[in-house]
């Protein structure tokens, strides 16, 4: 089956612009995590969203990030007013549930981040 | 906190034969999970062996098989007959529950390995 798809695969954009970065999760997949992934680093936590409960927003790192996730579906990260140190790859995934989370979380592709 | 360290930032490996990348963590949890990702030049993060930290026994997955030694919080990963496919950077990443409810992913900052022809 299909898995986790993200877009844009790249962006570039202009230092005080605003972007939004796009993941469709696996179908029937509650849990949804977002991750940043800087030159040279391992992942980052960003954000989680399961099912209808209140998402874990504990590493967004300012209230420039913001995430959705509409119909328990797709999610969107916005970034506010992009400045240069947000070039980075930022990295979806999804699990089917909050328990088996633990043990299988599927990566999209990733979108590579460029700001200018 | 948790932190993941991986000590090596490049290794290589001639094809077929067997390299063992390190890690070790730093947490206080008693209950957890362990897990070692592979990254190829595609970006796609593949799942390449998992370990339940109450587990004693080591997981193994076809070549690849991890040395858990919990109470020294290492967790290597053994790569055996090496492949040209196996390129990539690896992390290695700790998982345990935080206190806003959510099951969240650790990394360390990855091993790129390169097997060479």
């Known amino acids: 089956g299909a898995g986790v798809s993200q877009s844009p695969s790249n962006k570039v954009t202009e230092k005080g ?44 790192p300012s209230d420039r990030f913001s995430a959705e996730r509409t119909g328990g579906s797709v999610s969107t990260l916005t970034i506010q007013r992009t400045q240069q140190e947000d070039s980075a790859v930022y990295l979806c995934a999804s699990s089917p549930s909050r328990d088996r989370g633990v043990l299988e979380q599927y990566f999209g592709p990733g979108t590579r981040l460029t700001v200018t | 906190a948790q932190t993941v ?21 730093d947490t206080s949890e008693s209950n957890y999970y362990l897990f070692w990702y592979k990254q190829p030049p595609s970006r796609q993060m593949i799942l390449v062996i998992r370990q339940e930290a109450y587990k004693q026994q080591n997981a193994t997955e076809n070549r690849f098989s991890v040395n858990f030694q919990k109470a020294a919080k290492s967790f290597s990963l053994k790569i055996s007959d090496s492949q040209l496919g196996d390129t990539a950077m ?24 390169s097997v060479i022809p």
């Open chain 1, 17 to 60: 612009k605003d972007v939004e970065l796009r993941c469709d999760p696996i179908s029937g997949h509650t849990a949804l995590y977002w991750y940043r992934q800087s030159l040279g680093q391992g992942l980052e936590f960003l954000i989680y969203f399961q099912g209808n409960s209140a998402p874990d927003k504990s590493g967004l």
């Open chain 2, 5 to 25: 360290t991986q000590s090596q930032p490049e290794m290589s490996v001639q094809e077929a034969e067997t390299v063992t990348l390190s890690c070790t963590y």
């Open chain 2, 90 to 113: 690896y992390f290695c990443a700790f998982m345990t529950h935080s206190g806003a409810g959510s099951y969240q992913l650790t990394f360390g900052k990855g091993t790129k390995l």
